[in-house]
């Protein structure tokens, strides 16, 4: 186990905490229009205030690829958080040199403060060794005394704010990432059974190393999404206009018969939705197993829907990420909807895995049902590969002897 917040003493201590503040903005106004992800740090950072601590928070937003941009500045999410927690947050305008220097060691217990998007450095994400090993010398410098790493969602990154600390000071996780790392460990180690994994999403590349990983311990894979066509594809069935991956068509087949002698049931469904177009105004119909030319498939279909729902009904742990369609656009949401109102129902741990799918439990108003829902994409799903996550690994491993 990784070295927690409470497995310090953080009394007039400097704690440097790495978040996740990389928040939805809207794209003409630039409001934040999710802010999940900032009141998922609130537990940690409150912890070090309570407890006599200063927190030195960094995180980036969006892409600015190395550049300062203004529509990207940290200001509108300092005002968020707070306002969130009701406390002076200062921003500054940048995320190194003297005047950061200089306001962190004027920092007293229970002061914030927010750098600026680290991001607005390129060697924040270089793979150059030099550029990276002298931007951290700069990060790590400011006059912290810990690191806290409580930015699950980008810790499959070794970019410099994840991983730079090493060597130069004491490390641990804060509480989102210790929940995160306790609730996928568990679903790895101790796997409930009957458990189902559901995986959609556009890709089956994407998806390659979790379904092998799965295929070993799941009891049935249920598959939707755009990546359902290449497995539809290789079993005989026709696909039209659907999205297909051809060169994945022989890892398809591989992971079809190693799922057939684990004895683990893999679904595809049977009926699916087509459409003339991916868009809200176009003719939409089901079809039976194959779809004509000239036609997209969009989402699973009715009878394919009722098969996964039963599938699901008896399952006492569920790893659900990946929605079922392009259920952005409601004629083609019923399947994703579907699924995330079977979740809230079942007598069992559901463990939604980040991205669409944690999209998808909110916008049908049941993510309050779900047991987990994870804060990370990509992170969530090399973790569930059983990759090793760099931003997690560089972390102190704590002394239970």
Same mark, same amino acid.
């Given at each position: 186990?990784?070295?927690?917040?409470?497995?310090?003493?953080?009394?007039?201590?400097?704690?440097?905490?790495?978040?996740?503040?990389n928040v939805p903005l809207d794209g003409?106004?630039?409001?934040?229009?999710?802010?999940?992800?900032?009141?998922?740090?609130?537990?940690?950072?409150?912890?070090?205030?309570?407890?006599?601590?200063?927190?030195?928070?960094?995180?980036?937003?969006?892409?600015?690829?190395?550049?300062?941009?203004?529509?990207?500045?940290?200001?509108?999410?300092?005002?968020?958080?707070?306002?969130?927690?009701?406390?002076?947050?200062?921003?500054?305008?940048?995320?190194?040199?003297?005047?950061?220097?200089?306001?962190?060691?004027?920092?007293?217990?229970?002061?914030?403060?927010?750098?600026?998007?680290v991001r607005f450095y390129k060697a924040?994400?270089?793979?150059?060794?030099?550029?990276?090993?002298?931007?951290?010398?700069?990060?790590?410098?400011?006059?912290?005394?810990?690191?806290?790493?409580?930015?699950?969602?980008?810790?499959?990154?070794?970019?410099?704010?994840?991983?730079?600390?090493?060597?130069?000071?004491?490390?641990?996780?804060?509480?989102?990432?210790?929940?995160?790392?306790?609730?996928?460990?568990?679903?790895?180690?101790?796997p409930r059974h009957p458990m189902a994994?559901?995986?959609?999403?556009?890709?089956?590349?994407?998806?390659?190393?979790?379904? =092998?990983? $799965?295929?070993?311990?799941?009891?049935?894979?249920? #598959? *939707? /999404? &755009?990546?359902?066509?290449?497995?539809? !594809?290789?079993?005989?069935?026709?696909?039209?206009?659907?999205?297909?991956?051809?060169?994945?068509?022989?890892?398809?087949?591989?992971?079809?018969?190693?799922?057939?002698?684990?004895?683990?049931?893999?679904?595809?469904?049977?009926?699916?939705?087509?459409?003339?177009?991916?868009?809200?105004?176009?003719?939409?119909?089901?079809?039976?197993?194959?779809?004509?030319?000239?036609?997209?498939?969009?989402?699973?279909?009715?009878?394919?829907?009722?098969?996964?729902?039963?599938?699901?009904?008896?399952?006492?742990?569920?790893?659900?990420?990946?929605?079922?369609?392009?259920?952005?656009?409601?004629?083609?949401?019923?399947?994703?909807?579907?699924?995330? =109102?079977? $979740?809230?129902?079942?007598?069992?741990?559901?463990? #939604? *895995? /980040? &991205?669409?799918?944690?999209?998808?439990? !909110?916008?049908?108003?049941?993510?309050?049902?779900?047991?987990?829902?994870?804060?990370?994409?990509?992170?969530?799903?090399?973790?569930?590969?059983?990759?090793?996550?760099?931003?997690?690994?560089?972390?102190?491993?704590?002394?239970?002897?």
């Amino acid at each position: 186990m990784k070295k927690t917040l409470k497995d310090i003493d953080v009394k007039n201590k400097k704690i440097q905490m790495r978040v996740d503040f990389n928040v939805p903005l809207d794209g003409e106004t630039g409001d934040i229009t999710d802010d999940t992800r900032i009141k998922k740090a609130v537990p940690s950072i409150r912890y070090v205030v309570n407890n006599g601590g200063a927190v030195i928070l960094m995180s980036h937003l969006g892409r600015p690829k190395g550049e300062a941009r203004d529509n990207l500045r940290m200001g509108k999410v300092g005002a968020k958080l707070s306002a969130l927690m009701n406390l002076e947050i200062t921003v500054l305008d940048d995320c190194i040199g003297d005047t950061v220097v200089d306001t962190v060691s004027r920092m007293k217990p229970g002061d914030i403060i927010l750098l600026e998007n680290v991001r607005f450095y390129k060697a924040e994400k270089s793979k150059d060794e030099n550029e990276k090993k002298e931007f951290a010398e700069k990060l790590f410098s400011i006059g912290a005394d810990i690191y806290v790493n409580d930015a699950f969602g980008t810790s499959h990154r070794d970019h410099v704010s994840m991983t730079g600390h090493k060597g130069k000071m004491d490390s641990v996780v804060g509480f989102l990432v210790e929940k995160e790392l306790e609730v996928l460990t568990d679903l790895l180690e101790n796997p409930r059974h009957p458990m189902a994994a559901v995986l959609g999403g556009a890709k089956v590349s994407d998806k390659i190393g979790v379904i =092998e990983n $799965l295929i070993n311990f799941a009891d049935k894979i249920i #598959i *939707g /999404g &755009g990546m359902m066509f290449t497995f539809r !594809k290789v079993l005989g069935r026709e696909i039209g206009n659907s999205m297909f991956e051809e060169d994945k068509c022989d890892i398809a087949k591989n992971l079809l018969k190693k799922a057939k002698d684990k004895g683990v049931e893999f679904l595809v469904g049977s009926d699916i939705v087509g459409a003339r177009a991916v868009r809200a105004d176009t003719e939409v119909q089901v079809f039976d197993n194959d779809i004509p030319d000239e036609w997209i498939g969009v989402d699973i279909g009715p009878d394919t829907v009722n098969e996964y729902v039963e599938a699901l009904s008896g399952c006492k742990l569920v790893f659900w990420n990946g929605p079922m369609g392009v259920f952005e656009i409601e004629p083609f949401s019923k399947g994703t909807k579907a699924i995330a =109102e079977a $979740l809230a129902e079942i007598d069992g741990i559901s463990v #939604i *895995g /980040g &991205g669409d799918s944690a999209s998808a439990v !909110k916008k049908f108003n049941v993510a309050e049902k779900m047991y987990h829902i994870s804060t990370g994409g990509g992170a969530t799903l090399e973790f569930i590969e059983g990759r090793d996550l760099p931003g997690i690994t560089c972390i102190a491993d704590r002394d239970d002897g």
